[in-house]
């Protein structure tokens, strides 16, 4: 079984929050959840399997519980 890239990114986010029972606090983008993300320079997410290892080219900001800080 193979997953296309929109259900490993559902997997390595909504789904792994409920499978850790913390979805209510993290796992996606809504108001009351922690807001940890990183903000990429890439044209197309799905892209970056391709850059892995070149982290420091392609992110631009980390936000950690709601905060931007620069990488």
Known sequence: YSMTMDEALV???INA???LGVEDQVGSLEVGKRGDLLILNVDNWEHLIY???A?????EKVVQVG???EF
């Open 11 to 13: 997997g390595a986010t």
């Open 17 to 19: 929050a409920y499978a």
């Open 51 to 53: 850059r892995v290892g």
């Open 55 to 59: 982290h420091d080219d392609v992110i």
């Open 67 to 69: 905060q931007v800080c």
